[in-house]
């Protein structure tokens, strides 16, 4: 499992030069740098170029991923053969159906990890096929595709799919993302959806828009009251250790070891957000 922080992944066209440059100063977990869809097709091959050209700049601490064209488009191929040669932490794979789809990017880019778009029916039954793939070392949630493929209407409806994905990435020990909220200037709405996400088990949630980032780290960071709870909480456990026992209680509720796992958990993933943040 990779203990960077993951909470925030904002997706910025490959093709727009001003957004490449904003993302530089965001205080950003990921930046997925996208090929897709959020590049107009007549646009594709130009974007390929400005992004090799950005990421010769220096992104600090932020993780950098590509998500590339799929396999079984006429950019699919040339894109995997430029990101295999492009500085990156990671090349997102779009409507992942099967690890033989994962396979085939594998054969054309021999050293980055590979991530896996889960969108598609076929993908989200295959899920725990897919974590398992030995490249595959992350999931990112694509609700729009997946409630256009589903015919369903809101987030409820995804709550099966979003749920058999964590699993599959627990399971086999990779991140998860989940995915966009659309009306990016509901602040609201969106603390809402990040609350939801991270309440489910997400490791963070992908953005659209500059003005999200702040509200989701804060959902998937640990709050000082969870930090707190979880010093006292080791605190109590090693206490009642010293003295003999293997449970404590703390503010009324039992602490058992599998606790002081999640606390220090809790307390690792602090220190390592305040290290991104002040590097
Ligand atoms: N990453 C980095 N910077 C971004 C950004 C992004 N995703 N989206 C907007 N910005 C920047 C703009 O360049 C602008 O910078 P400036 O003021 O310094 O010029 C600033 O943030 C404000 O942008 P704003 O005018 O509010 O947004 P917009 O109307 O230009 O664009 C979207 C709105 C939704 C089109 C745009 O945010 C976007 O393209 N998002 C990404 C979409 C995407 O990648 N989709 C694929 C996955 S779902
Ligand atoms: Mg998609």
């Not at 980055?112 to 039954?125: S, V």
Request: with cysteine.
């Amino acid at each position: 499992m990779d203990h960077r922080p993951a909470r925030s992944a904002l997706y910025i066209p490959g093709s727009k030069e001003r957004a490449l440059e904003k993302a530089r100063g965001l205080p950003v977990d990921i930046i997925l740098f996208d090929l897709e869809d959020a590049v107009a097709p007549d646009a594709k091959v130009d974007a390929r170029r400005t992004l090799a050209a950005a990421l010769t700049e220096d992104y600090g601490p932020r993780q950098k991923i590509v998500r590339i064209n799929g396999l079984d488009t006429i950019w699919g191929a040339d894109d995997a053969t430029a990101v295999a040669a492009m500085d990156c932490d990671a090349v997102l794979l779009p409507k992942v159906d099967s690890p033989k789809d994962v396979d085939a990017l594998a054969d054309l880019i021999p050293d980055q990890p590979i991530w896996a778009m889960m969108e598609t029916p076929q993908g989200i039954l295959n899920a725990a096929a897919i974590a398992a793939h030995p490249r595959i070392a992350g999931f990112v949630m694509g609700t729009n595709d997946l409630a256009k493929d589903l015919n369903a209407r809101g987030r409820a409806a995804m709550i099966t799919s979003l749920q058999h994905c964590l699993l599959a990435a627990r399971a086999y020990g990779i991140v998860a993302l989940d995915g966009v909220f659309n009306a990016f200037k509901d602040d609201d709405g969106l603390k809402v959806e990040c609350d939801a996400g991270r309440d489910m088990g997400f490791d963070g949630k992908t953005l659209i828009h500059p003005a999200q980032v702040a509200i989701c780290n804060a959902a998937f960071g640990p709050t000082a009251d969870e930090i707190a709870l979880a010093e006292l909480q080791i605190a109590a456990f090693e206490a009642a250790e010293a003295a003999g026992q293997g449970v404590a209680v703390v503010d009324g509720k039992i602490v058992e070891n599998l606790h002081v796992v999640t606390a220090k958990a809790t307390l690792a993933k602090a220190v390592a957000i305040a290290t991104l943040e002040t590097s």
